[in-house]
């Protein structure tokens, strides 16, 4: 299960890398998406995926789900949306302002 995982969160990291090297902001942006995505199956695979056992140690049990990779993706989550939110408007008003999303126009390159 654990290859299963870590061949899609290498898709995802190629598909956010393709993302983040293209001229739209907007595709930039789902890129960066892309890339938390894949961060955050590698942090769920490095806890290693166990099933049916509880995620705390309690009395009796013997094997547990280390809860930690779990935190840190739930906190990973909270923040990468809100880094979302914020590019999403910034990348709102930055086609506002200049009329375009395209990353040459913005840096003051070509005018195709």
Do not use: C, W
């Not at 595709?27 to 938390?36: K, V």
């Amino acid at each position: 299960m654990e290859i299963l995982i870590l061949i899609l969160s290498g898709v995802l990291f190629a598909t956010a890398i393709y993302n983040l090297l293209q001229k739209q902001l907007l595709r930039i942006i789902i890129g960066t998406i892309l890339l938390s995505h894949g961060a955050h199956l590698i942090i769920l695979t490095m806890g290693k995926l166990k099933t049916g056992q509880p995620p705390v140690l309690m009395d009796g049990v013997t094997e547990y789900t280390d809860p930690l990779p779990q935190a840190l993706i739930l906190t990973s989550i909270v923040i990468s949306f809100g880094i979302t939110g914020l590019l999403l408007v910034l990348a709102y008003r930055t086609t506002q302002e200049n009329n375009t999303d395209n990353m040459e126009q913005l840096r003051g390159g070509s005018h195709d």
